[in-house]
């Protein structure tokens, strides 16, 4: 009996140095580092998240839980034995299991998909660790510096509708084609074989007896704006469109500023809802070239949220109040009230071309 007394407090007194061992010095020189292979990135990518974890002592970790509160737009491919997830509607509760040897360092990798446009923060983690007999020791939450920034989803050229592909290539042209819906008259000039009659002028004409035309201004350059309407809902018709249509408008809109770029263009920007670092009031950005202009309107975009900050009837007032002239405009909108066409029919006969590329019911076709 006395031995079996003896054997309880040996035990005990093991259990508890093994314990106070763990608990002062569990954690001591050990090291957890997540990276992601890229921070930027097109929705619908895949990138690796690479988890490095660095026992250097000589006390072994039978087991250590990293836990940490990730976007539930991230997906992971592969779900690992040693990882567990619990989704919600907007937070995943990400966790991995370790078993650390003395003076060993662990790298795992994920991959990971993000098929949803948006910025992605991950502010923390939390790491817990259990002692030889598999109790939980302690808990310590560290701070954590990764963002996600993920863009619209590229087009190619040949996803736009007709009109909108026509007039996109007519813009990245230097020399662009005469089109017939350049309202600014330059002069007049010979009747050339493929020309209307609509731009016959018959007074010139008369005067000469020779067959002449209305020169319409050609787009020398191309210089291309962008107008991303915010607005879901058209309250005239109480028809409202859905986030997977605003969606698709967004990637009409990086990919039309991505075409024009990429061609020696110049591409500038108007969008009339929220955005970061521009809440309450439009984004507006002037038209530049070059990749570091187009990244900032990628990441710009990242951050767009369909909630309306000026009506597009009040911004499209805006712009015609401006009085420019020689704007070339792509209008990416859901609905186009009679209002807004008047308007739209006053900025070219300011001299720009504006052309339409509607989403829904009223898509191009």
Known sequence: MAVLVWVILLMTALYALQRTVYRFAGLKSVTYVRTFSASRLF???TIWMQETLANRKRLPLPWLRVESLLPAQLVFKHREADMSIHSGDRLQNHASLFSVPSYTEIVRKHEIVLPYRGKYRITSYTLTFGDLVGLTGKSVQ???DNELIVYPRLKQLSEFPLE???YLQSVRSRV???REDHY?????RPYRHGDSFRMVNWNATAKTGELLVHQRESMQDNDLTIILNAELLDSA???RISPEEFEKALSYAASAAQYVISGGGRAGFIYNGVTDGHEGSVFRAPAKSGAA???MLLEAMAGFQPVTTLGLSFLLEQLVAERQRGMNALLVTAYLDPKQEMLVR???????TVELLKLGKGANV
């Open 43 to 45: 929705a619908g990518q």
């Open 142 to 144: 560290q701070s954590a």
């Open 164 to 166: 909108a592909r026509k």
């Open 176 to 178: 662009s084609p005469i």
């Open 184 to 188: 600014f008259v330059a002069g007049i």
């Open 237 to 239: 018709h109480n028809v």
């Open 293 to 295: 202009h187009m990244d």
């Open 346 to 352: 006053r900025l070219r006969g300011q001299g720009n």
